[in-house]
């Protein structure tokens, strides 16, 4: 992982191209309101009926978006993946060229690349939707039905690429933990204590090691799969259409997963905003739809490995000088809060096996 200076000298050439894009001459609509999200890998600009969304010039080991040229071709990979769940929100790739002035789709030359998507109103994101108490069964049924066709129809091949699943017991999920646990070392006794980190490290090596058959039938019965990858409720429109956006690009070894992974992230999601009963029903759902009526042997392992990543998310936020110190407080907050969780996860799987 790059240090925090490291990371800083890169993401300084971006900084004229984001003050450009909080001015309206800058788009090509004028746009009469903009308004700046960040996660610790994008910039998102909210900018009238359009947004419109940058990669940081960051690498954090399982991601690398430090050229212009990397960039650009994750962003066209962001438009193509995204088309199979939100193909209406995901619209083009535009350049942002400089000559005497920054602009999109302008004249001179290209210094940075955008996706361009439809902007949907952010009251309508699932997790704020849910802080109302307006996610109703029914919503829950239609996402369910949703990720349960989308499953079945996506790629399982399990020769694709570099993943020879058949070599060795899943290697992607122990190279995925392993990953992890290097990653969040850094953060031992800022978001997480090292007795949770160890508790968490020794259970998930234990279960692998002695569950190999489940990992090698789940391979087997075809229900290992490029999947979206990053289901959970901040990435789901609820609208008169259900759009889930925001699909792992960056890293096809953590989108190439058993689908447990994918529904289990926003069951965990569910639980994690204390919505324990929907998140049941979402599972009961999926089962009935999907008939993946063993997927529940490894829900809790799949649930642990989200919530632990969900916390290391939240962890890196804490080197992100882009990020204000109220930010990084909620941030440390939540990333705490997820390991709770992951070491909860820990105990359910580790007594029913």
């Known amino acids: 992982m790059l240090t925090s200076r490291k990371k800083r000298s890169k993401l300084s050439g971006q900084y004229e191209i984001i003050e450009a894009l909080k001015n309206p001459n800058t788009y090509e609509t004028k746009p009469k309101k903009i308004d700046l999200i960040q996660t610790h890998i994008s910039f998102i600009f909210l900018a009238d009926r359009f947004a419109y969304k940058i990669k940081k010039a960051v690498e954090f080991g399982f991601l690398d978006f430090t050229t212009l040229e990397k960039r650009r071709k994750f962003c066209e990979k962001e438009l193509e993946i995204n088309k199979k769940l939100a193909k209406d929100m995901y619209l083009e790739v535009v350049p942002i060229n400089k000559l005497d002035e920054i602009k999109i789709k302008g004249k001179g030359k290209t210094v940075e690349y955008a996706v361009k998507m439809k902007n949907i109103s952010q009251k309508k994101l699932m ?29 399982y091949n399990s020769n694709v690429g570099d993943f020879n699943y058949q070599v060795k017991l899943d290697p992607i999920v122990e190279i995925n933990w392993k990953e992890n646990f290097e990653q969040t070392k850094t953060f031992i006794d800022k978001t997480i204590s090292s007795e949770k980190f160890s508790l968490i490290r020794k259970s998930i090596e234990n279960f692998i090691k002695n569950n190999e058959d489940l990992f090698r039938n789940r391979m087997k019965n075809r229900k290992v799969r490029f999947c979206h990858g990053d289901i959970h409720s901040g990435n789901i429109f609820i609208t008169k259409k259900i759009y889930i956006f925001d699909a792992i690009e960056f890293n096809d070894r953590i989108r190439y997963s058993d689908v447990i992974s994918d529904i289990g992230f926003l069951a965990m999601d569910l639980e994690f905003r204390n919505k324990p009963k929907l998140a049941q029903y979402l599972i009961e759902k999926y089962i009935e739809y999907s008939k993946d009526v063993k997927l529940k042997k490894l829900l809790p392992f799949y649930k642990c490995y989200r919530a632990y990543v969900r916390g290391k998310v939240a962890s890196l936020k804490l080197n992100d000088k882009n990020i204000d110190k109220k930010e990084i407080i909620k941030a440390r907050k939540e990333a705490q809060s997820y390991f709770d969780l992951a070491v909860k996860y820990t105990l359910d799987f580790s007594k029913n096996f």
């Open 127 to 155: 997790n704020k939707l849910l802080e109302k108490n307006k996610i109703t069964k029914e919503i829950i049924d239609q996402i369910s039905r949703i990720i349960s066709d989308f499953h079945s129809r996506i790629e």
